[in-house]
């Protein structure tokens, strides 16, 4: 059953004091002096920083403009590529599907795409593969343990090699991109260890079949239009191609060109007023404003640690500390390593997106870059930093 349309505000940003996130406004100053060296130093054009819960915004920090040849600031409305916090969006969409019966977290891939039915095993140092003893499933998706990789994630191996050779996006539509991993061999046996690649992509691909749409619209129907989350798409029209930001360095395409393939891992493009609202819906047990999206036990399930201690760890993004989701990251908030635990993504642009149930809040941080120099004095990583530092000075 798809949620209802209420009636969301216009503005998803409603300013508070910061004194409801314990933030002051001199270490506020403080935060937007550190982004603003980003700036200064040439790492970036522009980047912004919000902290928010139901009550309202307690922070909301600009600095630079949407390009290095734009004059234009940075502001609520600006158009980023969120890349891998599309990721998220696929995950909940699918266990919305989950709860309308479409789809089981134990279904096999293969019934949706039936490349996935006769899965093969690849040996890592000879190449050869072998039949797989484990069925992959829909869980093993949303939790990245499905063996499935990324060239750019396992290059030098042979199963990154097969990747570079077969795998293309190009002209595709996600279902034929799924096709084609499917053909391939995966890394180990589902289950077995955690490591990043097509997963989500592939995810996308099955819940347009269960659904019987394509993506862009099963995410319109299901989430954008509920939340009122008007800027978010797969591309951007040439109407908005101006409050596109675009990064000093590295590479970014051109968003404004649609494409067959929906990217489940990483094609969609928001502001930071949208995200806000998916954010605030989470932080708020899957409502937002009177419109439900997904049920509170829904949520607490995609937040519970997934990677049990026979889960190889070699190749994951945190090491021994935190967890996975179902479709989240799972980041201790303490120096305890056991949690409490907030949840999110982080896109390979620069984007992060975090959700601390605990200390009743959401973090937001976006900026538009790709490699570059080293040493940048402000980043994703620094934006949660600096605002736990704050919070419990």
């Known amino acids: 059953m798809q949620p209802t349309l209420a009636n969301p505000p216009v503005s998803s940003i409603r300013m508070i004091n910061p004194t409801n996130f314990s933030l002051d406004h001199s270490e506020l100053t403080g935060i937007r002096m550190q982004m603003q060296a980003a700036i200064d130093s040439g790492h970036l054009p522009g980047a912004m920083l919000m902290i928010g819960n139901n009550d309202g915004v307690g922070a909301l920090l600009t600095v630079g403009t949407e390009g290095p040849n734009d004059t234009d600031p940075v502001n609520t409305d600006t158009i980023w590529r969120i890349y891998s916090m599309t990721k998220p969006v696929i995950s909940v969409a699918t266990m919305m599907l989950v709860e309308e019966g479409l789809i089981e977290l134990d279904d096999p891939v293969g019934k949706f795409i039936p490349e996935f039915a006769n899965l093969t095993v690849i040996d890592e140092e000879s190449g050869n593969a072998r039949p797989a003893q484990t069925v992959m499933t829909v869980q093993h998706l949303l939790t990245q343990e499905s063996g499935i990789v990324q060239a ?28 084609s991993i499917g053909r391939l061999p995966v890394l180990f046996e589902p289950g077995t260890r955690w490591h990043y690649g097509h997963s989500t992509d592939v995810l996308g691909a099955v819940i347009e079949v269960a659904a019987g749409e394509p993506l862009d619209q099963l995410l319109q129907e299901r989430i954008f239009n509920p939340l009122g989350m008007d800027d978010t798409s797969f591309w951007v029209p040439a109407s908005k191609a101006y409050r596109i930001a675009e990064p000093i ?120 870059r790709r490699g570059g120099p080293r040493g940048a004095p402000f980043s994703n990583n620094a934006a949660q930093q600096v605002i736990y530092e704050a919070m419990r000075d």
Not at 156 to 169: A, C, E, H, I, R
Not at 278 to 301: C, K, P, Q
């Open 152 to 179: 750019i994630f396992a290059s030098g191996t042979p199963l990154g090699d097969l990747y570079q050779q077969n795998v293309s996006t190009s002209g595709k539509t996600a279902f034929e991109v799924a096709q």
């Open 249 to 368: 360095h590295g590479q970014m395409g051109d968003n404004t060109v649609a494409q067959p393939f929906l990217s489940g891992g990483g094609g969609l493009n928001s502001t930071i007023e949208d995200y806000a609202r998916f954010a605030n819906m989470l932080l708020n047990g899957g409502e937002y404003h009177g419109v439900r999206i997904i049920e509170e036990d829904t949520l607490n399930l995609m937040t519970q640690k997934f990677i049990g201690e026979s889960v190889s760890r070699e190749h994951f993004f945190y090491g021994d500390r935190g967890d996975w989701g179902l479709g989240f990251h799972l980041q201790p908030t303490t120096d305890d390593p056991s949690g409490p635990h907030n949840f999110g993504w982080r896109g390979i642009g620069g984007t992060l997106f975090l959700v601390d149930r605990e200390n009743n809040f959401y973090l937001l941080y976006m900026e538009q």
